[in-house]
């Protein structure tokens, strides 16, 4: 069996187990007609699965955390004024860092995401994509690629990020390697759409901040954009849980803008990565970062059939989120159908 084969076989067993977590904790009547041998297994087996998907990143041999000093660093705050403490701390590459991927839809805060973890640390952290804005604007390791080991996480957005009829299966669990650790960031998907839809119409450097006009939020583009975000926004979403093999750590974008520092130093726990204080009270006193947009909380451009596809996704993703036991997203209540 070739390696594609065996790695398409395990994703199969994580859904074969899902599913069967579905069957003991909803479909008792079946049950009775199991023998108490195959309901140890199925129980050992859920165990197994859930205490590897709730375990934090074991970092390999040799990674150490610590930062390289002879290679290019970035003052995160070094616009504070002079002689304050923050001023003083760089983030930089590491050594060997173990792989640990960010996985969400575009717009669903990952960059803000980003840039707290770096200002929490010290180390860059990596992306697919190579977005020169970004690097620009401080983020060293955008250009530093996936597996080079020198950054403390990889984002990616699957094939969403794509927008192409990318949903052949085999495609999709390809595409994100599920060995890795994984942070699987969530947003409801109808702001990270509004917010997407935003960047897919503006050019220069200001896309990840400008606003356009509203009425670009009518007419079939619109409608067919929101049909396709949907659908890609479930699948990433379940794809992680249904296939993700190595520990993963759920976080609502909801969750991070309402306690930021909570959740940061949450992920920090998953990463194994010490919380040092001094620059957690930076981060704390320069919250927002570059790249926030100040968006209105109350534009609702949506169709009732796209609410109800809203609900209807976050509805079943819930449904995995609960059966493996992590906290449930909250969908915005203008967005309800």
Known sequence: MGRRERQFSWGVMVIMLAVGA??????????????????DIHNRELELLMDTLHS????FPGDTLEVDETKPSWRPW?????????????????????PVLLVSIPCSGSTWLRYLLEGATGFFTG?????TLLYDAGFLGEKDGMHGGRTLVQRTHGTSFYLTDMHDLQDRYEHVDPDLPTILLLRDPARAIISYWKMFNLEGSNKHVEEIPESRFEGEDFRS???EMTLLWEEL???RLLWCRGPLHVIHYGDLVQDPMRELRQV???LRV?????????????MRGSFKRNSSTHFDPFIMDEKLRFTNAVGRVNRLLRLLDYPLLSQDAGFSS
């Open 56 to 59: 934090r990143v074991d970092r």
């Open 274 to 286: 010490p919380e040092d204080e001094g620059r957690l009270a930076c981060v704390a006193s320069h």
């Open 225 to 227: 954009f929101v049909a």
């Open 78 to 98: 070094r616009g504070d004024p002079q002689g304050s403490v923050c001023l003083n701390y760089k983030n930089r590459f590491g050594r060997g860092l173990t």
């Open 268 to 270: 920090l726990r998953f």
């Open 22 to 39: 579905c069957i003991m904790f909803f479909e008792s009547s079946l049950q009775l007609h199991s023998s108490p041998e195959k309901r």
């Open 237 to 239: 979403a379940t794809d």
């Open 127 to 131: 992306s697919l994509y190579n977005d």
